[in-house]
């Protein structure tokens, strides 16, 4: 936690926003000074944030640390991520927790994939780097609608010994799917392990690449989640059957064992509150009154 003595007398409890930028529509990184997080995340892990006293509590993946600082990449969909999305350097944040949940298992596996699919890109840099500091071979695949989405390609360029791009439009890449991809590079040589992150569809779909030849797939989930410290909840998942909380549990898990149907339902438990609470801030944001999002 960083405290802060501005002026004599006032006293500042917060995050401090170091770096802010959009990297695509709708899609923004935000760096946060929130050394206790910084100093101690592995890959995988992820940190809950609040903007402010009375803001809502919200899950993002660690997608990079650098000294003091760690990177979230997010797109804004609801009144949270947009009003983070406001942020620049020297507005805070009011509360950061963690690093929470399990890391990636990490170690030598022989050659690793690593599948993003749009925003989910964003957390695919630091497990591709954390694999291949492993001794791995690691590969690389993203996917996005088009060019304009694909986040992070330089870092994953990077991170990896190969990456192989897709889009859905085919403005850059293979034209299709990440899974169409993973289906190619299956055919050539079979992975000793897969990693896929993205949209929950995206991971239930190119999970199924990998399952007739029970290959090792691993998922990282994005449940609805409140405390991020398993006493709520709201972040359960059923996984091979049983209850799991992707908190404490995961948020990484067996993508072969997944339930994504009940994941895509419960996904949308709040769609209408999130939609008026979209509103009321975009009027309050334009000073408009009511009306509906304005970006």
Not at 13 to 42: C, M, S
Not at 104 to 117: K, N
């Amino acid at each position: 936690m960083t405290l802060e003595f501005r002026a004599e007398g006032e006293v500042t409890v917060g995050y401090r926003v170091k770096r802010a930028a959009q990297l695509a529509d709708r899609i923004f990184e935000t760096w946060i000074e929130a050394p206790h997080v910084a100093r101690n995340a592995r890959a995988g892990q992820f940190l809950v944030l609040r903007i402010d006293e009375r803001g809502e509590r919200i899950p993002l993946t660690i997608s990079a640390v650098d000294g003091d600082m760690v990177r979230v990449i997010y797109m804004a969909v609801g009144k949270t991520t947009y009003q983070l999305a406001t942020l620049g350097p020297g507005d805070e944040v009011r509360d950061v927790a963690g690093p929470l949940g399990r890391p990636s298992e990490i170690r030598y596996f022989g050659h690793c994939v690593v599948v993003g699919g749009g925003v989910g890109i964003a957390c695919c840099p630091i497990i591709a780097r954390a694999a291949r500091a492993a001794g791995n071979r690691v590969t690389g695949i993203i996917g996005a609608r088009t060019a304009a989405y694909l986040v992070c390609e330089d870092e994953m360029r990077e991170a990896c010994d190969e990456l192989l791009v897709a889009t859905d439009d085919g403005s850059k890449g293979y034209h299709g799917f990440a899974a169409d991809v993973l289906k190619r590079l299956v055919e050539r040589e079979r992975p000793d392990r897969v990693w896929i992150v993205g949209p929950a569809i995206m991971m239930k779909v190119t999970s199924e690449v990998t399952r007739p030849a029970a290959i090792p797939t691993v998922v990282s989930l994005n449940p609805i989640m409140v405390d991020g410290t398993g006493m709520c909840g709201s972040c359960r998942v059923e996984v091979g059957g049983e209850t799991r909380f992707a908190c404490v549990d995961g948020p990484e898990f067996d993508a072969h064992l997944v339930d994504f149907d009940m994941l895509m339902a419960r996904q949308k438990a709040y769609l209408e509150e999130e939609k008026v609470a979209l509103e009321r801030f975009s009027a309050q944001r334009c000073g408009c009154g009511t009306g509906g999002p304005h970006g």
